[in-house]
């Protein structure tokens, strides 16, 4: 009985060896990845959609990117999609170059009766016309009304559609005496605090005024595929509002030269927002690590003819493109005024 017992096991283990190792019979997981293959992208059917339900309702708060996953030493330009909006910012005032004037985010049709309650009751209205462009409103300063002023000066304020439609330009000049920048600037400033408190007033809106606020002085063409932005103005009056309206866009301005026309800055395209948004918190970092979203553009300011400059953007960096200038000419087509 014992030796049929040796001889099973003898042939049980002949058996054994002709058979795999036990080392290979339990496979090592661990190693799965050298033979891992990313799967193609799925191919969605024109009935359907591909969005994902978190981009159709965002949470506000959830998974925002910050600057920090950007790298670097500086703060990632326009980290926040939900803070572009077309609405246009507030009422704002320049000072280039001897020019003084404000901008305003308002139809004539809006600034002009406000121009003229703030005359009749900080001036001494002496006339009003009407120009080719817009409205114009003569008006007396006394220096006990502005300490900047040392004898009576008459004014002369000109209301005028700005850049785009329904926005308006305000500007102050002497007609007799001297108004020096400081006093102008305290002016504009003055008549800025008169329509702030002023708030939503009734419009007074005229045929002629309506027709000045739907006139646009910018057109955009393409040449070779990259945007260009001509508009009906000076280098002075169009060069510090798109360095605003870029920085409005988060965009960050490394350097400027208003006598060359050139600005330099850094922005994150709209597409590389929306599709960090889509990441979590840590694929982001990875992603933002790998491949900087941050491009460096330069904008031209170029005057082409007698009151005429045309903007153009240009990519100066790897992860610029010139998608992202024309993205950034067709933003400032909507928001420059």
């Keep these: 009985m014992r030796t049929t017992v040796v001889v099973v096991t003898s042939l049980g283990l002949v058996a054994c060896s002709g058979q795999p190792s036990q080392q290979a019979l339990i ?13 193609p992208t799925l191919r969605v059917p024109e009935a359907l959609s ?27 330009p326009r980290a926040e999609t939900a803070a572009r909006t077309i609405a246009l910012p507030e009422a704002r005032r320049y000072d280039v170059r001897g020019q003084q004037w404000l901008a305003i985010p308002q139809p004539i049709a ?20 009407t120009t080719p462009t817009g409205q114009a409103l003569q008006a007396v300063i006394s220096p006990r009304r502005m300490t900047e002023l040392r004898a009576p000066t008459q004014v002369r304020f000109t209301v005028t559609q700005g850049l785009r439609p329904s926005t308006a330009e305000l500007r102050v000049i002497a007609t007799t005496g001297v108004l020096s920048p400081l006093a102008t600037n305290a002016l504009l400033d003055t008549f800025l605090a008169f329509m702030a408190e002023q708030g939503e007033t009734t419009r007074v809106v005229s045929r002629a005024l309506a027709q000045l606020d739907e ?33 409005d866009l988060r965009a960050l301005i490394d350097s400027g030269d208003l006598s060359a026309g050139t600005i330099q800055f ?18 982001r970092a990875i992603a933002t690590t790998i491949e900087d979203p941050v491009g460096r553009y330069e904008l031209t300011v ?36």
Excluded: C, H
Aim: hydrophobic share 40%; aromatic share 6%; charged share 25%.
């Design 27 to 39: 496979r090592d997981r661990l190693l799965d990845y050298q033979a891992a293959y990313v799967e």
């Design 302 to 337: 170029t005057p082409t003819r007698v009151g005429e400059v045309t903007l153009e953007i240009t990519p100066v960096s790897g992860a610029a493109s010139i998608g992202g200038a024309n993205e950034l000419i067709r933003e400032l087509l909507d928001r420059l005024y």
């Design 215 to 247: 006139t646009s002085r910018m057109v955009v063409t393409r040449e070779e595929g990259i945007d260009q932005l001509t508009i009906a103005a000076s280098i002075e009056r169009v060069f510090p509002v798109a360095a605003d309206i870029l920085q």
């Design 266 to 283: 850094r922005y994150v395209r709209k597409a590389t927002e929306q599709r960090l948004q889509t990441l979590t918190f840590l694929n």
């Design 110 to 129: 809006v600034v002009w009766p406000t121009l003229e309650r703030f005359a009749s009751a900080e001036l001494q209205v002496v006339g009003v016309e």
């Design 50 to 76: 591909d969005a994902r339900i978190e981009e159709a309702l965002p949470i506000p708060g959830i998974e925002e990117p910050t600057a920090g996953l950007y790298g670097g030493s500086f703060t990632a």
